[in-house]
């Protein structure tokens, strides 16, 4: 079986990292990403909100590099999981969890370097819980 997502998208807000209880470091961000459809109209463009989790150094240097408005392409795996709200109702969310990461935005205006082009994720996710 297979689980691969690649997206190509600009971050909506800048990655906010935090640590596990056993102090892993995790940084989530959002991607948009424009969706084609059909419509009686003709073509139509729509843009996806795609929450991203990175694990360890990749998230370490997702938050480091990566901010509001950038170009990324990420890989990685989709994962669903389910809870229990408030409500007492059954949810479910969905979020890819980053594989290798490639910052596609050029050097900043300022003419400083925008970081490592492309990063790839050592470590396998282990199952931790996600602190967010």
Known sequence: MLNRVILIGRLTRDPEMRFTPNGVPVTSFTLAVDRQYASKQGGERGTDFI???AWRQLGELCANYLSKGRLAAVE???EIQSFEGQDGQKRRVARVI???VQFLSPKDS???DSGPRGVENDDDYLGEEIPF
């Open 51 to 53: 929450d991203i989790v």
């Open 76 to 78: 990685g795996r989709l």
């Open 98 to 100: 980053a594989q290798n």
């Open 110 to 112: 300022r003419g400083g």
